[in-house]
């Protein structure tokens, strides 16, 4: 059964930083790529950033490029996302999410974790 | 980067009855890769639809996906009071510039 706990979230003041990580389990994970999403409270879905299971870049939205880094350690089945100089508007619930099919991302989230909680004021 | 735009943005609905959701894109959406999610209060989105029109696994067959280039709906032939939640599709493919649609909300009438 796939597994991903997402951990980190909490409350930070503007301009401060977090690192969110997902442990995944119950398939291979570095075969996959992955993805953060957050829902800003009552909101919609938000792509925030993913990366393909190996020898890959990170991809970001605009919201968050230049301030957010992605990564991963395969070797601890591992998804990290590097929060910096955050603001109000980051305030969200962040999912990690696993693609449909292994191999280069399309983007197509198949397993979500639970999400970790984000405050940012 | 695409736009999608659900609608209505809330249907009121009883159980039995038959829902149609819409999705429309700003643009074609490559290769019909438009997925269909659902949820609930509290919980994270449940992938329902992929591929415009596949089934994900486990999900009920009152449940399809119809659609093309940039008009896509979500039929759920039969409501049971479990399927009332907020539903949102997604277009994805090898672009990272993935987008989600705003959401519908289905609610109990």
């Known amino acids: 059964e796939v597994q991903l706990l997402e951990s980190g979230g909490g409350l930070v003041q503007p301009g401060g930083s977090l690192r969110l990580s997902c442990v995944a389990s119950?398939?291979?994970?570095?075969?996959?790529?992955m993805t953060w999403v957050r829902q800003a409270p009552g909101k919609g879905l938000e792509w925030v950033s993913g990366?393909?299971?190996?020898?890959?870049?990170?991809n970001y939205a605009d919201s968050v490029k230049g301030r957010f880094t992605l990564s991963r350690d395969n070797s601890r089945n591992t998804l990290y996302l590097q929060m910096n100089s955050l603001r109000a508007e980051d305030t969200a619930v962040y999912y990690c999410?696993?693609?449909?099919?292994?191999?280069?991302?399309?983007?197509?989230?198949?397993?979500w974790g639970q999400g970790t909680l984000v405050t940012v004021s | 980067e695409i736009v999608l735009t659900q609608s209505p943005g809330t249907l009121s609905l009883s159980p039995g009855e038959r829902a149609t959701l819409s999705c429309r894109a700003s643009?074609?959406?490559?290769?019909?890769?438009l997925a269909w999610y659902q949820q609930k209060p509290g919980q994270a989105p449940r992938l329902l639809i992929y591929?415009?029109?596949n089934r994900a696994a486990g999900i009920p067959d009152r449940f399809s996906g119809s659609g093309s280039g940039t008009d896509f709906t979500l039929t759920i032939s039969r409501l049971e009071p479990e399927d009332f939640a907020v539903y949102y599709c997604?277009?994805?493919?090898?672009?990272?510039?993935?987008?989600f649609g705003q959401g519908t909300r289905l609610e109990i009438k």
């Open positions: 591929d415009a029109f």
């Open positions: 997604h277009q994805y493919g090898r672009s990272p510039e993935v987008t």
């Open positions: 119950g398939f291979t994970f570095s075969s996959y790529a």
């Open positions: 643009q074609s959406v490559t290769g019909n890769f």
């Open positions: 999410a696993k693609d449909q099919i292994a191999g280069d991302g399309i983007w197509l989230m198949s397993q």
């Open positions: 990366l393909v299971g190996s020898n890959g870049s990170p």
